[in-house]
């Protein structure tokens, strides 16, 4: 998600601003209905875009009242005491019978009430139709003040339908529920028919019954020129267009955050409306929680603190791995068992311990990675598997006292398995106590041009034509940019000409909030039910979510756990299981790490369906290294990320590895830190061990060093910052020259650095796959291919890498094949859910029937099995019947009629290939270029098994299907793109540098799917060969064969 529209909230926690001193506010008008983006549609102007409003225009304090959330609360709070403006939080709720009502938290206990109320609302309706009942705003109300509302308020709607006696009892039910002291009539001056009346009648009604009235803007967006985006997204949220009249669509563009004298002069007659709003911004209070120890308190044995169990658990786990605890070992659990205790984040390392053991127990595989692998407790208590006591991985730079924040301990969990472990969270602490935390699905290229495109009633196929053809990098205020330098854009056909306007809106809505979705591994545990922290309401599948991101529940002191589902894990759980249950069963735990033949297979490039090492350019970086440990996988790991590209790190690495290029050390003092890397600046943990090292710094200040130099920065930090390293060095001896120098290359290197912690969890899941694969190619890929989607390529990829191999891929048979991909005599045999269009319900039928017996023909299975006729015809068209007659078209006729003529001929191969490619997305008959061969020889071209042959720097012609085309960013600028070509023979990885890029780019990402020939030149460097590609174009199809294949 792009957060283009919040100002900068790294390291900033409500805490921090909650325990300064509260901004004085002087009494002044403050808005106290108004809306933003994250009211989802109904809000034009960025949070802090109304908050830097509302400060221009002296205004001591805002309210934020979305519809029926509190998402943008905290951002909101932080933006506006930033602004030194005044936060007020609350929303416009709908309540029974569609009515809108806005409430406002008076102090904490009122931002209780109303999480309360927003939960049931949301949890006790259909998703998407949240209502507050009179029953719950009655149970919830403690804390809140109600204003009436908009004229979709219950009083002011009742008032202008003429039934005045119905919005007197509503207005006095208001006020016997609230209090006279917490209700108030909302006077919004907006310029619409009826205002004078409907303001007089609010005013009679106030003198009536002893209340108040309060002026507010119903605000939407900052300024008066919003306007325009505002009632787009309201066509967008109504679906309805530009020229088309709706109800919602807003009159006129007075939903703008109006000055105090503005309002003054649209209501002269009222000026003590815009007192009391000014008198009663001034005494709300604060709402958000403050500081608080929110994260729930691990279960203990009686007698026991968490901290010592924590310790217990530690110290009985440095038994199991290590056998001996040394007395260096000891100093290192204790320093970091005092650290963790200081910080009072004892109970949540029980409760990472706590779900690790629980899929332990149930057989689920799980492993820790991130900054936590830095971790030697995390590793005696099984979270991690990497051993940071004998890798000298530093504690600080995943946790330090000095920095104080929040641990984040990431598990990956087979994917299979994952929602199992949120529900044992769920069990243990209480499903009131633990929800998913929410994402916000912002407006990219795509997505705008396609939603604003339409309200703006431009012709759908131009819509779809240009999001296709726009990069997923491109964000929504970058298309501009991009039709000038992105070759499908810019060598289209489209008229640009009609889209100015749109381009305007896209960029104007570039990463503001569509929707509320779900992060896919973060849930949110906490010590008290989280309905007092937080609104929760259900997100698709029925999951509880918070309306906070994951920033915000940090900030707001909640902790986030990540259960991330990787599928990796359940392909080597299968395989495992495959392997057991054919007699050969194999420790994975205790796998060699040392093993030469996969070691040997990773130094030739063989990496296809690899964790983390198959992608073009991980494969050929193996082919140059020459890997032949542990180290140079972690290595690997890091190297291939886009800092480390950019950073031109790749190249002098690989040539200190190889002896090409010396390894020099810019300071003896350095050679221990740098030594495993070639004196090349890799990891994050390096600048922190160099700073402590020649600087003296203590492991938090380095580690503030290189979060200074990592993440955004300013001359002046770097310049403070460097300027105290000099000096420090130079008080150690070091002579301010060569400290200078060094400072200057950690901080060319630290913004590229990776994480060695992470790499090295990775790498152990590296090297286990790779062997995996090594030693049983057949199961490891069937394996694969039932997990899907996973991994860098598509099945056919896997597919053809199998073949490769040496092992033969059997077509689906409905006497054969189960639910998922087997393995039958070595052979890989494709499983019956591949078929398009076979459902489970299906599925489940055909083999509940062949478990009573195999299907002896086709009317046997019809008879046997009431399968949809579509289906039953792709499973004929997919070879899955060709046990019955070979004749596939016979088996059609047969299917439709009950025989097949005399003599009825076969489908061709080519027509086998395109149904097959249709239906499972590969083919078994053969690969799509074998029918193209003889005319593509006419032309010169030659297959790729043969180039590959060929010594470096021939000029050569290929041609295949084109696999995962991609634009990683590069050190220069310049787009350079990559992208594999493979025909029946095999696959080569290409490169199209800039120039070839803007000539041809739009043939690789115009978003069909055809062969191409290539023209290029062959590269050699270590294993790999590779094409550099000069000439690229469509392979014409041959009469009567299609080329473009689906899935």
């Known amino acids: 998600m792009i957060r283009r529209s919040f100002p900068p909230r790294k390291g900033q926690a409500i805490s921090r601003f909650t325990r300064r001193r509260e901004i004085p506010v002087e009494p002044g008008f403050a808005h106290l209905h108004v809306h933003s983006p994250f009211s989802f549609l109904d809000g034009a102007s960025r949070i802090a875009d109304l908050v830097r409003r509302a400060a221009e225009l002296g205004q001591p304090a805002l309210a934020l009242t979305d519809h029926n959330n509190l998402s943008g609360a905290v951002r909101f709070t932080q933006a506006a005491r930033a602004a030194g403006v005044k936060p007020i939080l609350g929303a416009e709720v709908t309540l029974a019978g569609g009515y809108h009502l806005t409430l406002l938290a008076r102090n904490r206990q009122g931002y209780r009430s109303l999480c309360r109320l927003l939960t049931r609302a949301h949890l006790d309706h259909p998703r998407g139709r949240p209502v507050v009942t009179g029953e719950n ?33 509503a207005a006095w039910r208001l006020r016997d529920l609230f209090g006279r002291e917490n209700f108030y009539l909302e006077l919004i001056p907006n310029l619409l028919p009826g205002d004078r009346a409907l303001h007089q009648a609010l005013a009679d009604l106030g003198r009536a019954l002893n209340l108040r009235l309060v002026a507010t803007g119903n605000v939407h967006y900052a300024r008066k020129e919003d306007f325009p985006l505002h009632d787009l997204f309201t066509c967008v949220r109504t679906q309805t267009t530009v020229s088309a009249v709706h109800p919602e669509r807003p009159l006129n563009a007075e939903n703008y955050l109006k000055s105090k004298e503005e309002l003054a002069q649209l209501l002269p007659a009222y000026p003590q409306a815009l007192a009391a709003a000014a008198a009663l911004a001034a005494s709300l209070e604060p709402a958000l929680p403050a500081g608080e120890a929110l994260f729930p308190r691990f279960p203990v044995p009686p007698g026991e603190t968490a901290e010592g169990m924590l310790r217990r658990l530690t110290l009985a786990g440095a038994g199991r791995r290590y056998g001996r605890v040394t007395t260096a070992l000891s100093e290192r659990l204790e320093e970091e068992l005092g650290v963790i205790t200081r910080l009072g984040f004892a109970d949540y390392f029980l409760v990472l311990w706590d779900i690790v053991r629980a899929a332990k127990a149930r057989g689920i595989r799980c492993a820790g990675r991130g900054s936590a692998a830095d971790s030697v407790v995390a590793y005696c208590l099984g979270i991690t598997e990497v051993d940071a006591f004998r890798r000298e991985l530093l504690f600080e730079r995943f946790l330090s006292a000095e920095r104080a924040e929040r641990p984040d301990i990431d598990l990956d969990i087979d994917a299979r398995y994952r929602d199992d472990l949120a529900a044992y969270l769920t069990q243990r602490y209480g499903e009131d106590k633990v929800a998913a935390v929410a994402t916000y699905n912002t407006f990219q290229a795509r997505s705008a041009v396609r939603d604003l495109g339409k309200a703006l009633e431009l012709p759908a196929a131009e819509l779809d034509a240009l999001a296709k053809r726009l990069p997923h ?64 309401q259900r997100a698709a599948k029925g999951t509880v979510v918070a309306q906070f991101d994951k920033d915000d529940i940090e900030d707001l002191g909640l902790v986030k756990l990540d259960l991330l589902s990787l599928r990796t894990l359940s392909a080597v759980d299968e395989t495992l299981k495959a392997l057991a249950a ?94 495993k890397t070639y004196g090349v600046v890799l990891f994050q943990e390096q600048v922190i061990a160099i700073a402590t090292a020649l600087a003296g710094f203590s492991a938090g200040e380095a580690d503030r ?12 930090e770097m310049a403070a910052i460097g300027a105290e390293f000099v000096a420090r060095a130079m008080e150690r001896g070091v002579p301010a020259e060569t400290a200078q120098a060094i400072f200057d290359m950690i901080a060319g290197y630290a913004s590229y650095g990776f994480c060695e912690a992470h790499a090295a969890a990775f790498a152990t899941t590296a090297y286990k796959t790779a062997y995996l694969l090594c030693h049983h190619p057949a199961y490891y890929l069937a394996a694969l291919l039932s997990c899907q989607p996973m991994g860098f390529y598509p099945p056919w990829v896997l597919i053809g890498e199998a073949r490769r191999r040496g092992v033969i891929v059997l077509p689906p048979d409905v006497n054969q094949s189960g639910a998922t991909y087997t393995v039958e005599n070595g052979a890989i045999r494709v499983s019956l859910r591949r078929v398009k269009g076979m459902e489970e319900k299906a599925l489940q039928a055909l083999l509940a029937a062949r478990a009573r017996g195999p299907f002896t023909s086709l009317a046997d299975l019809k008879a046997r099995v009431s399968l949809p006729a579509d289906v039953r015809e792709n499973l004929i068209l997919a070879g899955a019947c060709s046990a019955f007659n070979p004749n596939r078209r016979a088996l059609l006729w047969e299917d439709k009629l009950g025989r097949a003529p005399a003599n009825v001929p076969d489908f061709s191969l080519g027509e086998k290939i395109f149904h097959e490619w249709d239906l499972l997305g590969f083919s078994l008959s053969g690969h799509p270029l074998a029918c193209l061969r003889p005319r593509l020889e006419r032309e010169g071209a030659v297959a790729i098994q043969a180039a590959r042959r060929l010594p470096a720097g021939r000029a050569v012609t290929v041609a295949g299907l084109p696999i995962r085309p991609h634009r990683p960013p590069t050190r220069s600028g310049r787009t350079v793109a990559f992208f594999s070509l493979e025909d029946e023979t095999g696959l080569i990885d290409v490169t199209v540098f800039e120039e070839v890029y803007q000539r041809y780019g739009q043939l690789l990402f115009s978003g069909s799917f055809a062969p191409l020939k290539v023209h290029g030149r062959l590269e050699r460097r270590g294993a790999v060969p590779s094409l550099t590609a000069t000439e690229i174009k469509a392979c014409r199809p041959d009469a009567g064969f299609a080329c473009r294949f689906s899935r």
């Open 705 to 716: 060093l290189r979060r200074v130099m990592t993440h955004a920065r300013s001359q002046a």
């Open 582 to 675: 054919s007699g050969r069963p194999l420790a994975y735990d205790r796998l060699p790490l040392d093993d030469k033949a996969t070691f040997k297979m990773l130094r030739a490039a063989e990496t296809i369906g690899v964790f983390q090492l198959e992608s073009p350019a991980q494969r050929a970086l193996q082919g140059r290294l020459g890997a032949d440990n542990m180290e140079d996988i972690v290595a690997s790991l890091a190297l291939i990320r886009p800092g480390p590209i950019k950073g031109n790190m790749v190249e002098p690495f690989v040539a200190r590895r190889r002896g090409q290029e010396p390894v020099s050390y810019p300071y003896p003092a350095l050679a221990p830190i740098l030594k």
């Open 137 to 169: 705003l009655a149970a919830h109300r403690e804390g809140l003040v109600a204003l009436s509302g908009c004229r979709r308020g219950e009083v002011p709607a009742l008032i202008l339908q003429g039934r005045l006696a119905e919005a007197r009892t």
């Open 473 to 536: 990098f491109v964000p929504a205020d970058g298309i501009r940019g991009a039709r000038e330098r992105v070759p499908e854009l810019k060598n289209s056909s489209l008229p640009w000409e009609r889209y100015e306007r749109l381009l305007d809106f896209c960029a104007a809505a570039a990463g503001l909030p569509r929707h509320l979705g779900t992060h896919l591994g973060g849930l949110v545990v906490a010590r008290e039910p989280l309905a007092d922290l937080v609104p929760l």
